[in-house]
C-alpha cells in the first residue's frame, strides 16, 4: 500500500531523513520505533506532505505522492493522529469530527453515518459532542484526535505518539484502541517512543536512529532483540526496558 524508497528530508542544513525506506502492506499495522530526535515525525511529515523530500520516492497505491499539497494526500487516502493531538480546541467535539469528513462535505448523510458509527464506537465524545475539544482530559483529546482522522475514511491511518503525555492506564486505552483497529483490518503505521507496546501489536516494525532505519523486522522478534534496546534506550537501560 505504501512503499518508502531512499527518501532524504532537511530542515534547511539539517539532513534529518538519510535514505530511509519502509513499506506498508494492506492490513497490516506497522510500528515505526526510536528514540527523541530520531526522525520519526519528519518520516511522517514527509509522507503527509508537510515537509518535502529532496530525494527518494513515496509511492501510495502505486501512484506517487511526493511533492503533492496535504490536501490532496489526504484524498487519495492517508490520514494522520498527529503528534500532539492537535485538535481544534476551541472548536465543538462535533465540529473537529466534521472538519475530519471536510473532504466527504457533499455528501452530508455519509458523513453523519460516520460520525454515528464514532460515536458509538467512543461514546463519551457522543456525550461531549457539544463541548469545546479544549476541555477534555488528554485521553479524550486522543480519541478525538484519532477519530477525526477516521473520518476522512482513509485506506492507511498514521498514528504519530498516541500515548505521549498520557497516564499509564490511558496509554493503555489508546493501545487498546489502536489493537480493535487492526482486528477491523485497518491498515495503521503507528510511530510510538512505547516501544515495547507498539511492537507488542505491530506485524512488522522499524527502528530507526539519527534519521536513518537501523532495524526492520517482525513486530515481536524486534521487541527482544537486543539491538532496539540499545537503538531505543541506550547502553545500561535493560532493566527500565524491561520494567
Known amino acids: 500500500m505504501l512503499t518508502v524508497r531512499s527518501v532524504h528530508t532537511y ?20 510500528a515505526l520505533v526510536g528514540a527523541n530526535g530520531a526522525g520519526k515525525s519528519t518520516l511522517v511529515n514527509t509522507i503527509c506532505g508537510i515537509a518535502g523530500p ?11 505522492i511526493a511533492g503533492l499539497a496535504p490536501e490532496n494526500i489526504v484524498r487519495k487516502g492517508i490520514a494522520l493522529a498527529p503528534e500532539g493531538r492537535q485538535i481544534f480546541s476551541a472548536m465543538t467535539v462535533e465540529a473537529n469530527l466534521l472538519m475530519g469528513g471536510f473532504i466527504h462535505r457533499k ?12 460515536y458509538n464506537r467512543f461514546p463519551i465524545l457522543k456525550t461531549r459532542r457539544r463541548q469545546l475539544a479544549g476541555t477534555l482530559s488528554g485521553g479524550e ?13 482513509p485506506q492507511l491511518l498514521i498514528l504519530d505518539e498516541p ?11 489508546i493501545f487498546s484502541i489502536v489493537l480493535e483497529l487492526k482486528q477491523e483490518g485497518r491498515t495503521i503505521l ?21 534519521g536513518k532505519v537501523v532495524l526492520e523486522g517482525e513486530g515481536l ?10 537503538a531505543y534506550l541506550g547502553r545500561g537501560a535493560r532493566q527500565i526496558w524491561e520494567a
Open 163 to 173: 500515548s505521549m503525555g498520557l497516564a499509564p492506564l490511558v496509554t493503555k486505552d
Open 54 to 64: 529532496s530525494r527518494g520516492s513515496i509511492e501510495f497505491l502505486g501512484g506517487q
Open 11 to 30: 530542515y534547511g542544513n539539517i539532513h534529518a531523513l538519510k535514505g530511509v525506506s519502509l513499506h506498508v502492506r494492506k492490513g497490516e499495522v506497522v
Open 107 to 118: 455528501d452530508p448523510e455519509q458523513l453523519r453515518t460516520d460520525m454515528d458509527r464514532l
Open 221 to 230: 522478534q524486534l521487541l527482544e532483540h537486543r539491538e532496539v534496546k540499545r
Open 141 to 153: 483529546q486522543q480519541m478525538l484526535a484519532i477519530s477525526r482522522a477516521l473520518m476522512s475514511r
Open 190 to 210: 503507528l510511530i510510538e517512543q512505547n516501544a515495547r507496546a507498539a511492537l507488542k501489536i505491530a506485524d512488522r516494525g522499524y527502528v530507526m536512529e539519527t
